[in-house]
C-alpha cells in the first residue's frame, strides 16, 4: 500500500522537491531557537522520506512515474522519471538524511561548532538537489541538479571558516565545477547536438546518432566530466574536502555528492550510451583500467594515512571505482554490482564516519596511532567501526559481499580476468586499512598507562545511536539483497 493512496506517485516527486526546500526556509527562520530548529530539521527528513516511499509501489509495479515542468526546445526540458536506478539513490539519501540529521545534531552541539543554523540548512538544500539528480529525466535536468548541489555542499565544506577550511573548499569547489562546466557540460551539448535528444532511455541514444570514434571522445568527456566520481586524476577535492565536520563528510561520501557521481555515471553508461554501444568503445576499455588503477592506488595511499578521516577519504576514492569499473564493463551483472555497490558503500562508510566523528567528540582524537586501547572506552563506537569495516570489505554477513560478488561475475562473464583480480587484490587491501583502527583500539594497551584517555566514555547519545542504526543495516542488507538485485535488473536488461 502507498504511505498516501489519495496521490499519484507522478505528483509526489516533485513534492520530493519542494520539502528540502521548505525545510531550509523553516530551518533558517527558527535558527534562534535550537530546539525548535533541530526537531524541525528531522521532521522534514521524515517527510521527504515517506514522500519517496510514495513512489515506491509504482517502480516496483514496473511502472515509471513522470512528469515534465517545462519544455525550453525541442529534446531539451526539465522533467523528472522515477525509475529502479533513481528509486534506490533516492531510498538511500532520504533514509539516511534522518539518521544523518540525529547524528549531526549530536556531532554539532558535542563539538560545540558554530553556524549550525546555517550549517544544517545548507544540508536541506543538498538533499533537495539529490532528489533532483535521483528523479531527473534526462540529463540536462540532471546537470542543473548537480551543479547546485556542488554550490550548496561548499558552504559545508568551509564550514570552519579557518584557512584549511577556505584551502579545502577552494579545491572542492574549483575542481567540481572545472570538471563539469569543462567537460560534462560539453558532452551534454553535443549530444543534444547530435542526437537531438538528451532523455534517458533504455539502451541508450547513441546508437544510429553518433559514430564510434565520436562517441568514444564523448564517454571520456562524461565520465571525467563527472568530476564527483572522483575518478584519478580528479579525485584531489575529495580528501580536501576533509577538512569539513565529520557530518559533512558522511554526506559528501554516503548520503549525496560521490553518491551523485557514481550515480551519473551509472545513467550516463546505461541510458545515454547504452551497453551495446557502449563494448564497442575504445575508451570504455580504458576507462575501466583507468578505475582499474585508481581502485588500487588509493588504497595504497589511505594505507599511508595516519590520520582516521584521511584514510576513509581515499578509501571512499578506491571504492567508487568499483561502481565506474562496473559500469564500463559495459556487463549486466556488474552493471548491477555497481548499483548495489552505492547502497552498500554507503551505509557501510557512514558508519565508518559517524564513529569518526564520535571518536573526535568523545576523545578529541583524530590519528590512529592514538587509538592504542581506546575499544575499552568506546566498546560500542568501535563495535560499529568493525560492523561498517566489514561491510565495505565485503565480508558475510555484510551486505557489501553481494555487490563485489556480482562485480566479479560480471568481470569474469566479460573475459576480464585481470580485472577479478584487482577486485581480490584491493578487498585484501580493504582488509589492511580498514581493520588496523580496530587492532589497535581492543588489542593494543593504551599508551603511557592510559595517559590521555582517563574520562573518555562513549560520544553523545545521538552520536552513538545513529552509528548502531547505519551498522545494524549493514547486516540487514545481507538479507535484503534479493530484493535489490532484482529491482537493479529490470533497469539493465536490455
Not at 517527510?47 to 514496473?62: G, K, N, R, S
Not at 587484490?425 to 583502527?437: E, K, M
Amino acid at each position: 500500500m502507498s504511505p498516501f493512496p489519495f496521490m499519484e506517485a507522478a505528483m509526489a516527486i516533485p513534492l520530493t522537491l519542494a520539502i528540502p526546500v521548505v525545510g531550509a526556509v523553516v530551518i533558517a527562520l527558527s535558527g534562534r531557537r535550537p530546539n525548535l530548529r533541530d526537531g524541525l530539521m528531522v521532521a522534514v527528513a521524515v517527510l521527504l522520506f515517506i514522500t519517496v516511499l510514495q513512489i515506491l509501489p509504482a517502480v516496483l509495479a514496473d511502472e515509471r512515474p513522470a512528469i515534465t515542468l517545462i519544455e525550453l526546445l525541442p529534446g531539451l526540458s526539465m522533467a523528472f522519471e522515477a525509475e529502479p536506478l533513481g528509486m534506490i539513490f533516492a531510498l538511500v539519501a532520504s533514509s539516511l538524511w534522518i539518521i544523518t540529521s540525529l547524528y549531526a545534531i549530536g556531532y554539532m552541539r558535542g563539538a560545540r561548532e558554530s553556524k549550525q543554523t546555517r550549517f544544517h540548512a545548507c544540508f536541506a538544500v543538498a538533499l533537495f538537489s539529490v532528489m533532483g539528480i535521483a528523479f531527473a529525466e534526462n540529463m540536462f535536468t540532471l546537470f542543473i541538479f548537480y551543479e547546485v548541489l556542488t554550490l550548496s555542499t561548499y558552504p559545508l565544506v568551509a564550514h570552519k571558516g579557518n584557512r584549511a577550511a577556505q584551502k579545502g573548499a577552494r579545491t572542492y569547489l574549483g575542481l567540481l565545477l572545472g570538471t563539469s562546466i569543462g567537460f560534462q557540460l560539453v558532452a551534454i551539448v553535443a549530444t543534444w547536438w547530435l542526437t537531438g535528444s538528451l532523455s534517458f532511455t533504455e539502451g541508450g541514444i547513441m546508437e544510429g546518432n553518433v559514430s564510434h570514434g565520436l562517441g568514444a571522445l564523448l564517454l571520456l568527456l562524461y565520465v571525467y566530466g563527472i568530476g564527483k566520481a572522483a575518478l584519478m586524476p580528479f579525485h584531489r577535492w575529495l580528501p580536501a574536502a576533509m577538512v569539513a565536520p565529520t557530518p559533512v563528510s558522511a554526506l559528501l561520501h554516503a548520503v549525496a555528492v560521490v553518491k551523485a557521481g557514481v550515480f551519473t555515471v551509472l545513467k550516463v553508461s546505461t541510458y545515454i550510451f547504452g551497453q551495446d554501444y557502449l563494448r564497442e568503445l575504445w575508451s570504455a576499455e580504458l576507462l575501466m583500467y583507468i578505475a582499474a588503477f585508481s581502485l588500487l592506488s588509493a588504497s595504497l595511499v589511505a594505507l599511508q594515512k595516519d590520520n582516521l578521516k584521511a584514510r576513509l577519504a581515499y578509501s571512499t576514492v578506491s571504492q567508487l571505482s568499483y561502481i565506474t569499473l562496473g559500469a564500463m564493463l559495459a556487463h549486466e551483472l556488474a552493471a548491477i554490482g555497481g548499483g548495489m555497490h552505492i547502497v552498500m558503500h554507503a551505509f557501510g562508510k557512514i558508519t565508518l564516519f559517524f564513529c569518526a566523528g564520535a571518536i573526535y567528540v568523545a576523545s578529541k582524537k583524530t590519528n590512529i596511532s592514538e587509538m592504542d586501547g581506546l575499544g575499552r572506552r568506546m566498546p560500542i563506537t568501535m563495535g560499529a567501526y568493525l560492523l561498517g569495516a566489514l561491510a565495505v570489505i565485503g565480508v558475510p554477513p555484510m551486505g557489501g559481499l553481494w555487490s563485489k560478488w556480482h562485480l566479479v561475475l560480471g568481470a569474469a562473464d566479460s573475459g576480464q580476468l585481470l580485472m577479478v583480480l584487482v577486485i581480490m587484490l584491493s578487498t585484501l587491501l580493504n582488509i589492511a586499512y580498514l581493520l588496523r583502527p580496530v587492532v589497535r583500539a581492543f588489542l593494543m594497551p593504551p599508551k603511557d598507562a592510559d595517559t590521555g584517555q582517563v574520562g573518555i566514555r562513549e560520544a553523545p547519545l545521538l552520536c552513538v545511536v545513529p552509528l548502531c542504526i547505519t551498522a545494524l543495516s549493514c547486516m540487514a542488507l545481507f538479507l535484503a539483497a534479493d530484493s535489490l538485485r532484482a529491482m537493479l535488473g529490470g533497469l539493465f536488461v536490455s
